[in-house]
């Protein structure tokens, strides 16, 4: 079976850092994304990690480690407009298996 | 600039009715997907497409069909509409890739189907 496990809601004050957890126990491996989704909008793309490490873009980290089936997304000076729903995805096998989805992370952030 | 789109962002249905879902793509991608997202259940696979004419169920293809006459087009068909398929439809799609390989999948605005 396929199990993605994030938390469902965090909060975090403006100019902080964040840190979102996402751990997986899927049939294969390929990839982990994250995706950024604001209310009533579609996701967009933020990262993709494929090797053990640390992937930095911005104000955005991605981390990944595969022996613990274990990734996390770390913001920092967390402004307003992120707020929003993050999502982790697996790409449990090569190819083009669909990617299995988390439920999703809504993080508010507060003045 | 990428681009995902679905015909309607809002549509209200009466208990019954078929309904059709269209999404276009102009990325030249091979692969498409159906997906529905509720409150607390996250995104679930309806029915993905690897390439023209073929379909795959995903996690939850009852009440749901599928079509994929041209590439840039997949739609996703409710043959009898029901309260329960009240939700947000996002369609996406993505590059086919190689072995080994995978490729982001790009979301379309989605839409909001309400069953009444």
């Known amino acids: 079976g396929q199990n993605i496990d994030q938390p469902t809601e965090m909060t975090a004050t403006e100019g902080a850092i964040v840190q979102i957890n996402c751990t997986y126990q899927?049939?294969?491996?390929?990839?982990l994304f994250w995706y950024q989704q604001h209310a009533g909008e579609a996701p967009t793309f933020l990262s993709y990690?494929?090797?053990?490490g640390l992937e930095e873009k911005g104000r955005f980290s991605s981390f990944l480690s595969r022996s613990k089936g274990y990734s996390y997304l770390l913001l920092k000076e967390l402004q307003m407009k992120d707020s929003a729903s993050y999502l982790c995805?697996?790409?449990?096998?090569?190819?083009?298996?669909?990617?299995?989805f988390g439920k999703g992370t809504r993080l508010s952030v507060i003045a | 600039d990428v681009k995902v789109t679905q015909s309607s962002r809002y549509l209200v249905k009466r208990t019954g009715e078929k309904v059709f879902l269209e999404c276009v793509q102009d990325?030249?991608?091979?692969?498409m997907f159906w997906y529905r997202q509720d409150p607390g259940l996250g995104l679930r696979l309806i029915y993905f497409?690897?390439?023209?004419?073929?379909?795959e169920k995903g996690d939850i293809p009852e009440g749901y069909s599928v079509s994929r006459e041209k590439k840039e087009r997949f739609s996703l068909i409710l043959e009898s509409a029901s309260t329960n398929q009240t939700s947000m439809y996002l369609c996406?799609?993505?590059?086919?890739?190689?072995?080994?390989?995978?490729?982001?999948?790009?979301f379309g605005p989605g839409t909001r189907l309400t069953v009444l």
């Open positions: 497409s690897y390439d023209v004419k073929m379909k």
């Open positions: 990690n494929v090797l053990d």
């Open positions: 990325m030249d991608h091979e692969n």
């Open positions: 996406a799609s993505s590059l086919h890739s190689g072995p080994g390989g995978v490729n982001e999948q790009f």
């Open positions: 995805a697996v790409s449990p096998n090569s190819g083009n298996t669909p990617l299995v």
């Open positions: 899927t049939s294969g491996f390929n990839g």
